[in-house]
């Protein structure tokens, strides 16, 4: 149930489950979600999609392409694409997680608690 | 001791003899030309001079008594002397008493003139030594004749007296110092002197057989019998024949090495030389020698020789084994950098055969263009530090080949600090290189297997843990009236991803009983098309969720004595892996029996497997992954291709990139078929 006004945020998840129970999650919080199974995707909806995302939640490692190669073809995108906000959901601490753009960073098995503080920092 | 030195005496007198012998005839010789002085000034002293040269005698003639003293004086060797009574200015006694007194005339045989008036005195001084014969005047030539003859032949006696005397003497006296001599040296060698009687058989020994030898002194005069007794018993014959032919041959000198017993029981090895006296006949009558101990000098020689043999076989051994384990030695002599090395080292560089020199530049030429530098300065800085170094650099070889050698050096330095000389070995490490990146990378591989393994275990526990959270704020009071509606889903999920995670561990514990030999087969006869159909079915809907599609082509039972678990492991693993790599396109199995083999195919129309990877995948923790293609443990085809082996049986692809991938399983059927 999106809160009208809300700028929606972009998840980047391979695992459809972990995909889908978060949307559903996020959606019943009232945040409008995107969503993408892999960098590729993720790159599409941002160029082509009407809005801009107001945070990207980012899963590293994916088929096709992965969290960190995406991060870098980001940078190659308009100002502000590149300015938006990522929180990576990683296991391990990576290169990715250092990464300019990257604001803040969850463990998996995720804590929704946690998650909602950071989509709540940057969604309103 | 005794009887060598009545050997002495016994041997010189023969040399004496014939020394007086020599003496007796050469006597006359030193007597002649026999001159006598004549004292006189009377007229008849003509007559006198010529019957003196007519017995061959050579005169002198003086007339007055001090021209005689002043003659005798001189030390004018005369045989006699005639004196006149009547001299003018001495009396005939004063002058004979003056003649007395010289030391040439006190013994001198006189003849008196005497005148036909003249008092005819019977005494003379020096009468008890020399005789004193009166000539009467006129003088009566045959009487003359007579007197003189008398006076010189007494002279003549005397002299050969005192040559005799002398010549004792000096025989006397150099005997005595032989035997000192011989004396000494028998006490001061340690050598064993012996003297044999031949005839007798006895034998004398020096006191070297109780010093050095230790036998009591009353054996000091034994007999050849303990001599040959106490030859080593295995030296006797040969000793003993040696002697045989020495004594019936003409040889005078012998030696002969053998074992003497000491009295303790030891045997001295010794060296005997002797020497063997013959009469005239030629017939050995005595026999001298001398017998060394040598065991001392032979035991050092041994011990020499064997030193010498451990040193030499050391060496042998040191080269047999630098050569085995590919070793080279090498030195360089700091001051001009000249470089010593053994055989070994140059073959470690590619020279079959060694080169003529070898410098730091040729060593430097030999080096990887990328590595020369890293070993010059290692030796380099070794030589500043006076310390030592290893590294390791690949060389070229000359016919091109790129091998690893590993060399190790230390700085050796002189008594100021200086550093004088570089040590060290060389050898080869291809193989320890080959090794090392073989273990770097499995080591790369596991660490790359537990990040996935973390990554692949991460995910569904992930999926679960968000499903129970989710689940939970479902039911909670102020949760979203259609919240409640996704939880069967949400269970359904979290079934599905605990199974997962279920598989995952399974094939974790595949690999370490494969790893250790343990996975065993239970083997029972079913029917693959049967089993494949199965499986195909149970994973239809996972398949379908992934938008793919499964086909199965089978035209009739494939019976078959298999283990039904790992096969339907091996099924489900090729599917899993067609799904997940078959980008969505249709799927498609076939089963096929020939009378002796089962054939399973699972076909894949996804990205496809480079030619290079195809072996690759079938290993452990391998996958074609990469970012863009995570998925799996890497230990899917590598748990396939091993049960596979365990029943016998193969598997194989065949695949392009972008043409999809066919696997390939043939498995013998174990028992005959229907």
């Known amino acids: 149930m999106a809160s009208p006004g809300r700028r929606p945020l972009l998840l980047v998840e391979d695992e459809p489950d972990i995909r889908n129970s978060l949307r559903d999650l996020l959606a019943d919080a009232g945040y409008p979600v995107l969503t993408a199974a892999n960098g590729r995707e993720a790159l599409e909806c941002l160029r082509t999609g009407a809005e801009r995302p107001a945070l990207i939640l980012l899963d590293l490692m994916m088929p096709v392409m992965g969290g960190s190669t995406f991060l870098e073809r980001l940078e190659q995108e308009p100002d502000d694409l590149v300015a938006i906000p990522v929180v990576v959901l990683s296991a391990a601490k990576d290169a990715a997680t250092r990464h300019p753009a990257t604001v803040g960073r969850i463990e998996k098995p995720i804590d929704l608690d946690e998650l909602l503080d950071w989509v709540r920092r940057y969604c309103g | ?674």
């Open chain 2, 1 to 674: 001791m005794k009887r060598l030195a009545r050997f002495h005496l016994r041997l010189e007198p023969r040399k004496a003899g014939l020394a007086r012998g020599a003496a007796l005839d050469e006597r006359p010789a030193d007597l002649e030309p026999l001159k006598v002085l004549i004292v006189s000034d009377r007229p008849d002293v003509e007559e006198l001079v010529r019957l003196h040269r007519e017995m061959g005698i050579v005169p002198t003639v003086v007339t007055t008594g001090y021209q005689a003293v002043k003659m005798l004086a001189c030390g004018d060797d005369y045989a006699a002397a005639v004196v006149d009574v009547r001299l003018p200015a001495m009396t005939n006694l004063a002058l004979v008493a003056l003649i007395r007194n010289c030391e040439h005339g006190r013994n001198l045989p006189l003849g008196i003139l005497l005148g036909p008036g003249d008092e005819r005195r019977v005494s003379f001084p020096g009468q008890e030594n020399a005789p004193v014969e009166l000539i009467r005047q006129p003088l009566e030539p045959d009487r003359v004749r007579g007197k003189l003859k008398w006076l010189i032949e007494h002279e003549r006696r005397q002299r050969a007296l005192l040559l005799e005397r002398a010549e004792r003497h000096r025989l006397e006296t150099a005997l005595r110092q032989s035997e000192l001599r011989y004396r000494m040296v028998g006490a001061a060698t340690r050598d064993l002197l012996y003297d044999w009687d031949t005839l007798t058989n006895a034998v004398e020994w020096n006191r070297a057989l109780c010093d050095e030898y230790g036998y009591p002194e009353d054996i000091l005069e034994s007999d050849f019998g303990f001599w040959y007794e106490h030859i080593h018993p295995e030296d006797r014959g040969r000793v003993s024949a040696a002697l045989d032919r020495l004594l019936g041959g003409p040889e005078s000198r012998w030696e002969a090495t053998y074992r003497f017993r000491r009295a303790d029981g030891s045997y001295a090895e010794v060296v005997d030389r002797g020497y063997v006296l013959r009469d005239s006949a030629g017939k050995a009558v005595r026999m001298f020698g001398a017998i060394q101990d040598q065991s001392a000098q032979r035991q050092a020689e041994r011990t020499l020789r064997e030193r010498e043999e451990r040193f030499r076989r050391g060496q042998e051994r040191l080269q047999r084994a630098t050569r085995a384990a590919r070793v080279g030695v090498w030195e360089i002599d700091l001051p001009d950098w000249s470089i010593w090395r053994d055989e070994q080292h140059d073959r470690l560089f590619g020279h079959e055969a060694p080169l003529p020199e070898w410098t730091r530049e040729t060593l430097l030429a030999h080096v990887h263009p990328d590595d020369r530098e890293r070993v010059r300065a290692d030796q380099d800085r070794a030589i500043l530090e006076r310390g030592s170094y290893a590294h390791e650099f690949r060389v070229l070889w000359p016919d091109g080949s790129v091998h690893w050698l590993a060399s190790a050096g230390r700085t050796e330095c002189d008594a100021e600090g200086r550093a004088v000389k570089i040590i060290g070995t060389v050898r080869d490490a291809t193989d320890t290189k080959a090794i090392e990146s073989e273990l770097r990378e499995a080591v790369r591989a596991r660490d790359e297997f537990l990040s996935i393994a973390s990554h692949e275990l991460k995910t569904p526990l992930t999926a679960i843990s968000l499903q129970a959270q989710i689940i939970r704020r479902a039911t909670q009071p102020n949760a979203p009236a259609n919240a409640i509606d996704r939880v069967p889903l949400l269970v359904d999920q979290m079934d599905r991803q605990v199974r997962r995670l279920a598989r995952l561990v399974d094939d974790m514990l595949d690999i370490s009983r494969l790893a250790l030999g343990k996975l065993a087969l239970h083997l029972e006869t079913f029917d693959l098309t049967e089993l494949a159909r199965e499986v195909i079915e149970r994973m239809a809907p996972e398949i379908m969720a992934i938008g793919s599609t499964l086909s199965l082509d089978a035209e009739e039972p494939v019976i078959g004595h298999w283990d039904r678990f790992r096969i339907d492991q091996v099924l489900v693993n090729l599917l899993t892996n067609a799904a997940r790599y078959g980008e969505g396109n249709p799927i498609e199995v076939t089963v096929r029996g020939s009378p002796t083999q089962a054939r399973l195919t699972v076909r894949d129309r996804g990205r496809g497997i480079a030619h290079e990877d195809q072996e690759r995948i079938f290993q452990r923790f391998e996958r074609v992954a990469s970012e863009a293609t995570p998925g799996g443990l890497g230990l899917g085809l590598f748990i396939v291709r091993q049960i596979l082996e365990l029943h016998e049986g193969s598997i194989r692809v065949e695949s392009a990139l972008g043409q999809g991938s066919l696997f390939i399983v043939e498995l013998p059927r174990g028992v005959p078929g229907p």
